[in-house]
């Protein structure tokens, strides 16, 4: 007579292992509303996906950059909307395995894997969708300290910037000044100093550098501004004067700037653009130029730094230097002309890149007749002047004796070739192996 092994169960382990089975039946039940809510979820995650994908790309400009939970959530749902295109591809050849009613398998082990998958699948979709809920989508990016400006090299301004940056860098001295008439450097003297930020180190956050000029328009000195710190978009550009104030304030507020305004030519009121006005605490400072000493006291400047005209020597090596060779019997005319230009950097530049090209000494007469004019005497050298000059310097004497026996270059337009009134059709004759046909660039 054989052993008898009797095994009891107690409820509870009788409980668990119907919910085993129960559990994984329902994998099998449910499959059929699984799939189609899996492929509706799909479609609804690809739609969000691609408005979150537009969005970012509305906002995302120079000054921002898309956030990295962005970008991981559309890595995660390109990675998703892939697998769950693989589960639908199968799900027809699924389906043929169902029996009664969908409540059994012909396969009860693939479909039950495949029916945990589709699952699994639909609460990572859903879990997807509820994490695409994006306040923001970029981030702005934190501005550049400075932006190195383009500057001509020119001689004798290293004392007085060395005078200027003593003042930035200072605690006693918050708003600076610079000053002098018009062309003698005051530009180029505070695109050094805005340069001079990017290669010594100091303890400021953003450097901003605004044009002012003669027309005077807050809201352009705004947007400059703005610019360098903010986020400038169509939005912003529609906003009233007092909102855009209130933005930079927020701004600059919690920033250690250096504001440098060129060209002021009367009181810039700070506070309507939104500017903190830089105190012992905050630490920023404000330098401007001006042509005017009297615009330092509108705008409470503290120290007022001149610039004064180049010396002698250091105007005539500048004259050189963009002249170029000069033959020696004109060298007395060139002085002549270099002195003309009262030692203004811009005048020297100017008039000497347009006499590069002069090797007779008509033409250096013609140029110093130009210059000694009365309006290009007028102090200062107006901008307006110093175009007149050049278009004046480029009329040549032209007759059979300035052609100099054809060694003489003429670059210009063909236009100009055609516009030229000739003294007589002989001097034209003469000056034809002179003509190269060239865009002429003083």
């Excluded at 003297?189 to 001079?196: D, E, P």
């Excluded at 947007?223 to 906003?239: H, S, V, Y």
């Excluded at 090209?357 to 005497?377: D, M, Q, Y």
Aim: with cysteine; glycine share 6%.
């Amino acid at each position: 007579m054989g052993n008898v092994v009797s095994i009891q169960c107690g409820d509870a382990l009788i409980g668990r292992c119907w919910d085993c089975v129960a559990g994984q039946a329902l994998y099998v039940c449910q499959l059929e509303d699984n799939l189609q809510e899996l492929e509706t979820a799909r479609d609804k995650l690809r739609e969000l996906s691609n408005d979150v994908m537009r969005r970012v790309k509305s906002e995302e400009t120079p000054q921002t950059v898309q956030l990295d939970r962005i970008g991981g959530w559309l890595s995660r749902v390109d990675a998703t909307i892939t697998e769950v295109d693989s589960l639908l591809n199968r799900a027809t050849l699924e389906r043929q395995k169902l029996c009664l009613a969908g409540c059994c398998s012909k396969n009860c082990k693939a479909t039950y894997m495949f029916g945990k998958s589709v699952s699994r699948s639909l609460k990572h979709v859903v879990g997807l969708m509820s994490e695409g809920d994006f306040k923001e989508v970029v981030e702005r990016t934190l501005p550049e300290p400075v932006v190195v400006g383009n500057v001509n090299p020119t001689l004798g301004t290293e004392t007085t910037l060395d005078e200027a940056w003593s003042y930035i860098t200072g605690d006693e001295v918050r708003i600076v000044g610079i000053y002098g008439m018009g062309g003698v450097g005051k530009t180029t003297l505070l695109t050094k100093i805005n340069n001079r930020f990017a290669t010594i180190s100091n303890n400021f956050d953003v450097v901003i550098w605004a044009v002012v000029s003669k027309d005077l328009k807050p809201e352009k000195i705004q947007e400059q501004i703005w610019k360098r710190i903010g986020f400038l978009d169509k939005k912003w550009k529609k906003k009233s004067l007092h909102e855009k104030a209130e933005d930079i304030f927020h701004v600059l507020s919690r920033k250690k700037f250096v504001l440098l305004l060129d060209d002021i030519w009367r009181r810039v009121d700070l506070e309507e653009i939104g500017v903190p006005l830089p105190t012992r605490q905050n630490r920023c400072k404000i330098v401007f130029t001006t042509r005017s000493c009297r615009v330092g006291g509108q705008m409470e400047a503290e120290k007022m730094i001149k610039v004064e005209p180049l010396a002698w020597e250091e105007a005539w090596a500048l004259f050189q230097k963009k002249v170029g060779d000069i033959d020696f019997d004109i060298v007395p005319l060139a002085q002549d002309v270099a002195k003309e230009c009262s030692g203004l950097p811009i005048a020297l530049i100017t008039i000497g890149r347009a006499m590069a090209s002069k090797i007779t000494k008509e033409e250096w007469e013609h140029a110093l007749e130009v210059l000694r004019s009365p309006a290009s005497s007028l102090p200062g050298m107006e901008d307006e002047v110093i175009q007149d000059m050049e278009v004046e310097l480029k009329k040549l004497p032209l007759n059979s004796s300035s052609a100099n026996g054809g060694k003489v270059e003429i670059r210009a337009e063909e236009q100009w070739w055609k516009d030229v009134e000739w003294e007589d059709d002989s001097t034209k004759t003469t000056f034809l192996p002179c003509f190269v046909h060239a865009r002429y660039h003083w």
